[in-house]
């Protein structure tokens, strides 16, 4: 699913500025991020998640998450990227996604197990309605950022702490993020397809001529 997408807001993963940060708030060196992972006095695992969904920084969050040649993140990457939370309760995909750090973003729902409808403390809002936040800002960038989403299968249907659902968030001037997010809700009301539909039918009457 990895793809290239520019954002105003992303930051080069070559970028001096793509470096975690110390407990300090000093830049971490990059031949020191390895030891940062397991040095008390150097950021978290959870800490360097953020910092790498908030800049954009593949090659942090590769190194955090030890992503192989193949794409594949070591075991237990999916709990960690699960409960690593910001000062707000942000999750790093809600990170990723308030950031437009498009390409962290979908490197993180590539991680088998991790959670695509987390919701954060302060609004109770999942990912995807933090992407039609962002659509305030970046309406075009945000609208590839929801389709990453929903791709992924976040649910278009969940209400935040203002009973919200995504689609409520949406601004009148964004008809086209309205229209993906209606056909994402009639989708997920329909459930399986027309075709997964009649398959489950051709096994059920398949069951009854054997019985």
Avoid: W
């Avoid at 000062?87 to 498009?102: D, K, R």
Wanted: glycine share 8%.
């Amino acid at each position: 699913m990895f793809k290239s997408l520019s954002s105003k807001k992303s930051t080069p993963a070559s970028s001096s500025s793509s470096l975690p940060l110390s407990k300090t708030g000093s830049p971490v060196p990059s031949d020191a991020t390895s030891a940062t992972l397991g040095d008390s006095d150097g950021a978290k695992p959870s800490e360097l998640l953020i910092e790498a969904s908030r800049r954009n920084n593949i090659d942090l969050l590769q190194e955090v998450l030890g992503i192989s040649a193949d794409g594949e993140a070591r075991p237990g990457s999916a709990e960690i990227i699960n409960s690593s939370v910001d000062a707000l309760g942000n999750t790093p995909l809600h990170v990723a996604v308030l950031n437009g750090s498009y390409e962290c973003l979908d490197m993180l729902l590539d991680v088998e197990g991790v959670e695509v409808d987390p919701v954060n403390r302060m609004e109770g809002n999942t990912p995807l309605h933090c992407a039609v936040v962002y659509a305030e800002e970046e309406p075009e960038h945000a609208i590839a950022i929801v389709d990453m989403l929903i791709d992924a299968g976040c649910d278009p249907r969940i209400r935040n702490k203002q009973k919200d659902k995504p689609i409520d968030l949406v601004l009148a001037t964004n008809p086209e993020l309205r229209k993906i997010l209606q056909g994402a809700e009639m989708a997920a009301m329909m459930g399986p397809s027309g075709e997964d539909q009649e398959a489950g039918q051709d096994v059920e009457d398949s069951g009854s001529e054997s019985e």
